[in-house]
């Protein structure tokens, strides 16, 4: 273990264990919110596990530490955040949630403690290590998302390895900072005498505020790339290729030449700021479609404009001002010499701050089920961003303008050649993965004699009991074999999902054609399109409802030259009340989108029961798969469901009168890898 110790300090440590600090982090907090969230889902509604979200306040502890944290507290502070990372993948529900918590919180504990332990030393390069740890910490984030199809592939099977060997890395050097020169000068300081030029409360309150908006930001955004590319409906290639490229571009040049960014003057930092969260903002808004303002329904809504592309890759070029900002404001803090206290009670105002960001974000998705405030968050989702950028960029404010300067700050050859050897073996997996995820496999197209066409609600991924289940519900529908997917409550890439995009990860596997419903910039119902042979004219259009906003796709598909009219929908449970109270006003705008058609194809999640007004109403227009196919069978689904289904069931397909004769089949299946049973047809088409 002696030489193994000695091994370590031969490499810069400091930057390895900040990479793994913060990379351990923004999985631990992801899978704290999406655990929470899950635990809601389940059962519709606000619930006390909710409250697990004070996990997040931990820092009001360091308030109570008026002589210091001993350096042993420490080290056991940051061990547990290890052993949280090592064992949150082995539990599910409330005790992940728990052990995800306790991991976000004793990063919240131990990141301030430990800058605050640098500030005594009071070392120009420890801003640089701490923007070069965030950089590093969210390259490897999209290094492993890209791997697992926006699925962290360290937590994901036996890759659960790499996590490992990770853990026991960053475990053994938190275990070695007590013997650090920086430490030792920190502990045997007299506090008195430390602080002889204390930095003012308020600017610490604004610093700490900034870092944690640049946090925050990295965690709902950057870690996970396919949140922008669901945003806009950008290429999720191009937007991982330029993060990651600008990204080794920035470690690069804080190794080699940081003085390079001398050049810039201090409004020119201000300036690159206002125009990245100009261009962050203003990209969510014109991607956004604003119910509140709407007239008339259905509302188609729009292509993505040229300008919508500008801004996307006009704020990409612009991102990489958070990590030099963090730089800045790290460096600040070091430099002002806090006390325990002082960052203690501004760590926990900023961890506020971060709880508030969370929960605004959230509630800009389930608007409609938040009591009193919940109607101000709709539409409201650039507001979170607008609010945070405001909270990274004011704090820059805070920074000395002599200050900004850069300067070399590692001296070893070996050092800078390591770091440049795993920034590029990374950089250069994720072009490669991404090539080959790139493009669907090539399917057949000749005449196809049977078409299957499903129809899956898959809960945001989550299986019955509320646990992520992407590979199970992917299982299911790769034994199925269909042709035509449509897919509902696919609304991921959100922090409530840990920005996981499921319809990616499923479509990785298949190869098919795909388009995505809603942009997740609307907050409403996920709905999403697979195909095997090419999606034609893919649209999104929105019905009128009293409360949770729902949409619907529509596309054409051509099999053996026959041209079909294909729907996804998920309805609301929302009646309107200037008609009759037992139909739904948004069905009945749906069907209109259906009149005159041929060849139609409506699926998706109804929330209507057979014999209803909803149901009688669409079956003027169309047929139930069930009740006309030559075969209906329920296949393995609980027994629960088995006996209530034939007259419970909420989930259809509808053909017109043109594919009567020909459905062959109707099913329903899935067991409980979602908390809706699959249901698929089979089309003779010949």
Not at 26 to 45: G, K, P, R
Not at 188 to 212: A, D, F, Q, R
Not at 261 to 272: Q, R, V
Request: glycine letters at 6%; aromatic letters at 14%; a neutral charge.
């Amino acid at each position: 273990m002696e030489s193994f110790k000695k091994k370590f300090k031969k490499i810069d440590s400091n930057v390895v264990l900040l990479s793994i600090l913060f990379l351990f982090f923004l999985q631990l907090i992801s899978d704290f919110l999406e655990t929470i969230y899950a635990l809601n889902l389940i059962e519709v509604e606000l619930n006390e596990n909710i409250l697990a979200l004070l996990f997040l306040l931990t820092p009001i502890i360091l308030l109570f530490f008026k002589k210091g944290v001993p350096d042993k507290y420490i080290v056991v502070i940051g061990e547990i955040l290890v052993i949280s990372r090592i064992l949150e993948v082995f539990f599910n529900g409330t005790v992940k949630m728990v052990i995800t918590g306790i991991g976000s919180g004793v990063f919240l504990l131990f990141f301030p403690l430990y800058l605050q332990k640098l500030s005594i030393g009071n070392k120009e390069k420890y801003g640089i290590e701490f923007g070069l740890g965030l950089a590093i910490a969210v390259l490897l984030s999209i290094f492993f998302r890209v791997l697992g199809s926006s699925v962290d592939i360290s937590i994901f099977s036996w890759f659960q390895s790499i996590g490992w060997i990770l853990a026991i890395i960053e475990a053994i050097l938190i275990y070695n900072i007590i013997n650090r020169e920086e430490f030792k000068v920190a502990s045997s300081s007299n506090s008195s005498k430390e602080y002889s030029k204390p930095v003012s409360t308020l600017k610490v309150l604004g610093l700490c505020i900034g870092i944690i908006g640049i946090i925050v930001l990295i965690y709902f955004v950057f870690s996970s790339p396919t949140v922008i590319s669901r945003w806009a409906e950008g290429n999720y290639f191009s937007i991982i290729y330029l993060l990651a490229i600008e990204i080794s571009i920035f470690i690069l040049l804080m190794v080699y030449k940081p003085e390079l960014l001398n050049a810039l003057k201090f409004w020119m930092l201000l300036l690159w700021n206002v125009l990245f969260i100009f261009a962050l903002v203003v990209l969510i808004m014109v991607n956004q479609t604003f119910f509140i303002l709407v007239e008339y329904y259905p509302v188609i809504a729009a292509p993505t404009s040229l300008w919508s592309y500008i801004l996307l890759y006009m704020m990409l070029a612009l991102s990489p001002i958070i990590l030099i900002d963090f730089v800045l404001l790290s460096r600040e803090i070091i430099k002002g010499q806090p006390s325990v206290r002082k960052i203690g009670g501004s760590f926990t105002v900023a961890s506020v701050v971060f709880l508030i960001l969370i929960l605004a974000n959230v509630f800009t998705i389930v608007w409609d089920y938040i009591p009193l405030i919940g109607n101000f968050f709709r539409d409201m989702y650039w507001f979170v961003f607008l609010l945070t950028g405001i909270f990274i960029a004011i704090p820059i404010l805070l920074v000395r303008k002599s200050r900004v300067d850069f300067t070399t700050v590692f001296s070893k050859l070996k050092i800078k050649l390591l770091l440049t050897a795993i920034i590029s073996i990374i950089l250069s997996s994720v072009i490669i993965v991404g090539f080959v995820l790139k493009y669907p496999y090539e399917q057949p197209i000749g005449f196809e004699p049977n078409i299957r066409v499903l129809s899956y609600n898959i809960q945001q991924g989550f299986d019955e009991s509320g646990n992520k289940n992407f590979e199970g519900q992917t299982q299911v529908i790769l034994k199925a074999n269909p042709t035509i997917i449509g897919l509902q409550e696919s609304d991921t890439c959100r922090i409530s999902s840990g920005n996981l995009d499921i319809v990616r990860y499923i479509n990785n596997r298949l190869g098919y054609y795909s388009y995505f419903g809603p942009k997740t910039t609307t907050g409403t119902f996920g709905i999403a399109l697979l195909s095997k042979y090419p999606i034609l004219n893919p649209r999104t259009f929105y019905m009128e409802t009293k409360g949770e906003q729902t949409a619907t796709i529509e596309a054409q598909i051509i099999i053996n030259a026959k041209i079909y009219f294909v729907y996804v929908t998920h309805l609301g449970n929302y009646k309107h009340p200037l008609i009759d109270p037992s139909q739904y006003i948004e069905q009945e705008q749906l069907l209109r989108r259906i009149v005159g058609r041929k060849n139609v194809i409506l699926m998706g999640d109804f929330n209507f029961n057979p014999n209803t007004e909803q149901y009688n109403l669409t079956t003027t227009l169309l047929n139930d798969c069930w009740e006309i196919a030559n075969t209906s069978l329920i296949g393995d689904i609980p027994i629960g469901w088995r006996f209530r289904l034939p007259y419970l069931r909420i989930d259809h397909i509808f053909v017109s009168d043109e594919l009567n004769t020909s459905i062959t089949g109707c099913y329903y299946f899935g067991g409980t890898a979602s908390d809706h049973p699959a249901v698929a047809i089979d089309i003779r088409a010949f």
